[in-house]
């Protein structure tokens, strides 16, 4: 049987991210998509802000193993384990990412971890927080 389109949507933009095509990856997302990060209190606001954010990541490899990714019409989870790497620097965790998509694009995602605080304290040193 076949992924029902929001799982591809979803699997897709998750693979050109991984491939470090935030262009590509920007396509999937609403122009008004709300983007919920893991340890923020506050969601990225539109779909140039996310590309921006990730963007800002560009000498940071990430390596997804997307274990599953469910959907219906109104939701799609996504399981996955992420490395990454940027310089000396490992960091391993899995994830659990919950969207709402319409009309073939991302309008909301939020992202939940195996450790939070780890995940905040890697990427806040990499941003120089």
């Given at each position: ?27 999937m997302?609403?122009d008004d998509v ?10 990225v ?19 997804l ?10 939701h799609?989870?996504?399981l996955?384990?992420v490395t990454?790497r ?6 391993s ?9 319409k009309?073939?694009k ?9 450790d939070?605080?780890a ?11």
């Amino acid at each position: 049987m076949a992924d029902h389109p929001n799982a591809e949507l979803y699997r897709k933009g998750l693979e050109r991210f991984a491939d470090g095509d935030t262009d590509a990856f920007g396509e999937m997302l609403a122009d008004d998509v709300v983007w919920w990060q893991i340890g923020m209190a506050e969601p990225v606001r539109g779909k140039e802000a996310v590309i921006a954010q990730m963007a800002a990541f560009d000498d940071v490899e990430f390596n997804l193993d997307i274990h599953d990714v469910l959907a219906n019409d109104e939701h799609t989870v996504a399981l996955v384990a992420v490395t990454v790497r940027a310089g000396d620097q490992e960091f391993s965790y899995r994830t659990t990412e919950i969207v709402h998509a319409k009309d073939g694009k991302v309008t909301e995602r939020w992202a939940f971890s195996d450790d939070t605080e780890a995940i905040a304290s890697f990427f806040g040193q990499l941003a120089g927080d």
